[in-house]
Antibody
């Protein structure tokens, strides 16, 4: 059974960079789109972006200037960096596995709350 | 405001059938992009419910079904159960935004 687990600081100061890692276990990291989605408290889901195991990326245009994703296949991990954060970036951040072709997300991490505050 | 519009809430009694819509446009659902549905129980991560408009992953009961027509998609749930009470999100691709998008979500209340 594939499992995903997010890790990283739960508190980030305004203007700094949010960094999260997702560790994949129970399956290969190859041939999937590894994705990040966030959800502010009481609100809906927002797609942040995805990275293929080759390193190819797609980012939400609304966040593209601040987002960087990377993948480390040797560690079965992928990462998210979001720069110049503000309070509006406070949310639960989920990592998920996405299928190529018809891009749907079949395995999700439990989510991690990141609060942006001084 | 998402480009995929979902009703904020729907409700039904146990055993009944409910449907919820996901309305898009010619740049997403109407352009032929697949629609996927997720169920989010309170305090948990979303779970894939329907993929490719109408397909159920292994383990999802056949009480859940999806359909798509024109610029809209629908999720139907038959034989409502109290454990179905959750938020439901549709997802598709939007060529104008060049991004994958989620609907705003529909909260299902089982009366």
């Amino acid at each position: 059974q594939v499992q995903l687990q997010e890790s990283g600081p739960g508190l980030v100061k305004p203007s700094e960079t949010l960094s999260l890692t997702c560790t994949v276990s129970g399956g290969s990291i190859s041939s999937y789109y590894w994705s990040w989605i966030r959800q502010p408290a009481g609100k809906g889901l927002e797609w942040i972006g995805r990275i293929y195991t080759s390193g190819s990326t797609n980012y939400n245009p609304s966040l593209k200037s601040r987002v960087t994703m990377s993948v480390d296949t040797s560690k079965n991990q992928f990462s998210l960096k979001l720069s110049s954060v503000t309070a509006a970036d406070t949310a639960v951040y989920y990592c998920a596995r996405g299928h190529s072709g018809s891009y749907f997300l079949d395995y999700w991490g439990q989510g991690t709350l990141v609060t942006v505050s001084s | 405001q998402s480009v995929l519009t979902q009703p904020p809430s729907v409700s039904g009694a146990p055993g009944q059938r409910v449907t919820m819509s996901c309305t898009g446009s010619s740049s997403n659902i109407g352009a032929g992009y697949d629609v996927h549905w997720y169920q989010q129980l309170p305090g948990t991560a979303p779970k894939l419910l329907i993929f490719g408009n109408k397909n159920r992953p292994s383990g999802v009961p056949d009480r859940f079904s999806g359909s798509k027509s024109g610029t809209s998609a629908s999720l139907a749930i038959t034989g409502l159960q109290t454990e179905d009470e959750a938020d439901y999100y549709c997802q598709s691709y939007d060529s104008s935004l060049t991004a994958w998008v989620f609907g705003g979500g529909t909260m299902l209340t089982v009366l």
